[in-house]
């Protein structure tokens, strides 16, 4: 894939079943699974299947406005699905600075804890 020549990550064996993961989450475009780190009491990644040149936010365009929407949509559904009655945060890291430690988009869904402001 054209678009796909950036080196292949964790998540693409994730999403290859290749590695296991707890899935919590999946349509067409997106998956979604538990952090192995996680951060607070909740903590999942939402992927988009096709990583299309999307190695980071800032690399997104118009074309892919679609499978970012179905991102977000599915951030609703997952916090609906897994009863997140308190308050949550979405996060993505983008570049070294924030933390970003795999090239291959991902929104953190965080939650289960009281989650400061701002995070620092
Ligand atoms: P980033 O730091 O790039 O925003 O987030 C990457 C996240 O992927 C980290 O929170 C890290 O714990 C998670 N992660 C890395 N490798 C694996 C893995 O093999 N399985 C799962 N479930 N999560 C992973």
Known sequence: DLQDL???????QILAKALPSQVVFENDKV???RDIAP???VHI?????RRAGLTA??????EQKGVLG?????VAEIVRQENIEGGYRVIVNDGEE??????HLHMHILAGRPLAWPPG
């Open 6 to 12: 950036a080196p292949a990550t964790v998540f693409d």
């Open 31 to 33: 998956l979604a699974f």
């Open 39 to 41: 951060q607070a009491p």
């Open 45 to 49: 990644l939402v992927i988009p299947k």
């Open 57 to 62: 936010l800032r690399k997104a365009s118009r």
């Open 70 to 74: 179905e991102m977000m949509v599915a």
């Open 98 to 103: 924030a933390g970003q430690s795999v090239h």
